[in-house]
C-alpha cells in the first residue's frame, strides 16, 4: 500500500503557483520524500526530493512540515505543459528499496 | 548518453504467446525497475535487480521473468500472454547518491487479444 496520500485531481491558472499536497503520517526518520510527474503517456520525470529541509530547484520548490507528516511541491509559475499527473513517494534511500508509486494527482493547468 | 531504451514501443500478442520486453542503459547504472501502468492508473512495480545477477519481485511479479546478466540489460520475459497483461510497460534505472534520480526509458505498449 502507499505511504502517502494525494487529492485526485487539481486545477490551476496558468501563470499562477500550483501547490500540490501530499500526506505522509507515517513516514520514518530515514524516508525521505520523492516527487515525479508523468506527462501524458511518458514515462514519469523526476522533479526533486527532500528528507527535512525545504528544497528547491529549477523545476519546483519542496516545502516539509516540520513534524515531517505532510509536504507541499510548488510550482511557481505554472504553465500548460506542467498538465500532468504528479506522484508524491516516500522511501528509505539506503539499501535496495524500490521507489512504489500510488495514484498521483492530476493537475490540470488551465489558460 | 542515450540513457534508457526500451525495446519494441508497441506490440500486440495473441493469447498464449510469448515475448520478451528488452531494456537497456548506459549509464552504469546497478538499480534497474520494471513497472506497468494500467490505463488510468498509477505504476505497479512488476520486478527490480539491484546489480548484474540479482533481481527481485515487486507487487506484481506474477506471469513475468526477469534476468540480469549485465550491468546494462534487464529484460522482461511473458511466457504464456494473458489479456490482463495488456498495459503500458516501462524500464527504469536509478542514479544513486545523493542526486538520487530514477530514469525511465518511452515505454512499450503491449495488447494481449
Known amino acids: 500500500d502507499a505511504k502517502t496520500t494525494q487529492p485526485p485531481s487539481m486545477d490551476c491558472a496558468e501563470g499562477r503557483a500550483a501547490n500540490l499536497p501530499c500526506n505522509h503520517s507515517t513516514i520514518s526518520g530515514n524516508e525521505y520524500v520523492y516527487w515525479y510527474r508523468q506527462i501524458h503517456s511518458q514515462g514519469p520525470q523526476y522533479i526533486i526530493h527532500g528528507l527535512k529541509n525545504n528544497e528547491t530547484n529549477e523545476m519546483a520548490s519542496l516545502i516539509i512540515t516540520e513534524d515531517r507528516k505532510s509536504s507541499t511541491l510548488i510550482l511557481p509559475h505554472a504553465t500548460l505543459r506542467d498538465t500532468a499527473v504528479y506522484y508524491c513517494?516516500?522511501?528509505?534511500?539506503?539499501?535496495?528499496?524500490?521507489?512504489?508509486f500510488g495514484k498521483g494527482t492530476r493537475l490540470s493547468v488551465i489558460a | 548518453n542515450a540513457g534508457v531504451t526500451q525495446t519494441p514501443k508497441f506490440r500486440i500478442l495473441k493469447i498464449g504467446q510469448s515475448m520478451t520486453l528488452q531494456c537497456t542503459q548506459d549509464?552504469?547504472?546497478?538499480?534497474m525497475y520494471w513497472y506497468r501502468q494500467d490505463p488510468g492508473m498509477g505504476l505497479k512495480l512488476i520486478y527490480y535487480?539491484?546489480?548484474?545477477?540479482?533481481?527481485d519481485k515487486g507487487e506484481v511479479p506474477n506471469g513475468y521473468n526477469v534476468s540480469r546478466s549485465t550491468t546494462e540489460d534487464f529484460p522482461l520475459r511473458l511466457e504464456l500472454a494473458a489479456p490482463s497483461q495488456t498495459s503500458v510497460y516501462f524500464c527504469?534505472?536509478?542514479?544513486?547518491?545523493?542526486?538520487?534520480?530514477?530514469?525511465f526509458g518511452s515505454g512499450t505498449q503491449l495488447s494481449v487479444l
Open positions: 513517494i516516500v522511501r528509505s534511500n539506503s539499501g535496495n528499496t524500490p521507489l512504489v
Open positions: 535487480s539491484v546489480g548484474a545477477g540479482i533481481t
Open positions: 549509464m552504469n547504472h546497478n538499480y
Open positions: 527504469a534505472s536509478l542514479r544513486e547518491g545523493r542526486s538520487e534520480k530514477l530514469f
